[in-house]
């Protein structure tokens, strides 16, 4: 077996564990819930709202959206790889998430579709894209 090899058998066993995968859509679900978080408190709503339910409010599209990500691109399969699974979970949470604020009567302005997606990129596809360089730092 070639050292090349070794690494490539690694890396993909790595990436096959449940433990992994669970972790993986448990990361993705915080970024997504401090994502809402996030955006709640830059607009002076406070991060619960009135009677503790504004995160939730906030947040349950996207989430739902998430899940929806993680069917689509089999994240299981794969949890560490930004454009085979981080990409399809990210476009999924994103134009899913929209749709759901957009049905429940919740904002999409442009502005806030545009934040949304770069910020969702940044989370959900970028710590795949560390966790992926240290899979292979470690390997080496």
Same mark, same amino acid.
């Given at each position: ?58 947040? &349950?599209?996207?989430? $739902? /959206? ?5 069917? @689509?691109? !089999? *994240?299981?399969?794969?949890? +560490? =790889?930004? %454009? ?5 979970? &990210?476009?999924?949470? $994103? /134009? ?5 604020? @957009?049905? !429940? *009567?919740?904002?999409?302005? +442009? =502005?806030? %579709? ?27």
């Amino acid at each position: 077996m070639t050292p090349d090899s070794e690494e490539r058998t690694a890396t993909a066993r790595l990436r096959s564990r449940p433990r992994v995968a669970a972790l993986a859509f448990a990361a993705d679900a915080v970024l997504v819930v401090v994502f809402a978080a996030i955006g709640r408190a830059s607009h002076e709503q406070g991060v619960l709202g009135p009677g503790g339910s504004g995160l939730v409010q906030t947040s &349950w599209p996207f989430v $739902v /959206a998430l899940v929806l990500g993680w069917l @689509a691109a !089999s *994240g299981w399969r794969r949890p +560490l =790889a930004p %454009v085979r699974t981080g990409i399809p979970i &990210w476009i999924v949470t $994103v /134009a899913g998430g929209m749709l759901l604020r @957009a049905v !429940s *009567g919740q904002g999409t302005a +442009l =502005a806030f %579709v545009i934040v949304a997606a770069v910020t969702l990129l940044v989370l959900l596809v970028g710590w795949r894209v560390v966790a992926e360089l240290v899979a292979r730092r470690a390997a080496s």
